[in-house]
């Protein structure tokens, strides 16, 4: 019994190592897969996020379960995120913006599950592997707080949040583009 676990759980972490990706005009990683629970997208999630304006990262710690700072952490890459109206998230650093999803950005998406606010993004390893990761979000005004939710046998007692505020207004030409992921 305990050996089928091992080789179960070997096997699994074998093949989501090896998740298809392709790379952006820019040379951005990115799942090639679908995200799956874009299905539970609702337009009124929209109600409090402004989607003609970018969301700018002003801080980054660890925090409990609740969103709650427990330490700051120094510092972390700049970047923004852009939302858009079919429910699809698109995350990136500042200096390599892009009006055209496919040349430069992480992919996301934001649904609701059980009543909870959540994002599926991508994460990467040190290695260059890359894998879905799901974000907790809340949203308090202008913030909205992003608390990495990876399910482990064994849950962390500190997650990373991320803190971002809306900024600047997302440029018009931006707008031609759609975001399909």
């Known amino acids: 019994m305990v050996r089928n676990i091992l080789i179960l759980l070997c096997s699994t972490i074998f093949i989501n190592s090896y998740a298809q990706t392709r790379r952006l005009e820019n040379g951005t990683k990115v799942l090639t897969k679908q995200f799956k629970n874009i299905d539970k997208f ?3 999630i929209l109600k409090e996020i402004d989607t003609n304006h970018f969301y700018k990262k002003i801080d980054y710690y660890m925090a409990d379960k609740n969103f709650n700072k427990v330490r700051d952490i120094g510092s972390d890459v700049d970047r923004k995120i852009q939302f858009y109206e079919n429910g699809r998230v698109r ?16 992919r996301g998406i934001i649904y609701l599950k059980n009543g909870d606010l959540k994002i599926d993004s991508q994460g990467a390893s ?17 913030k909205i ?22 900024s600047e207004k997302i ?8 975001a399909d992921w």
């Open 171 to 178: 440029p018009e030409n931006w707008k031609q583009y759609n």
């Open 126 to 142: 040190q290695d260059g592997d890359i894998f879905r990761i799901t974000l907790k979000v809340i949203v308090e005004g202008d």
């Open 42 to 44: 609702n337009k009124s």
């Open 91 to 106: 995350f990136f650093s500042l200096g390599e913006e892009d009006p055209n999803p496919e040349n430069a950005g992480r």
């Open 145 to 166: 707080y992003l608390l990495e939710n990876n399910f482990s046998l064994f849950p962390p007692s500190e997650y990373s949040c991320y803190v971002y505020q809306k």
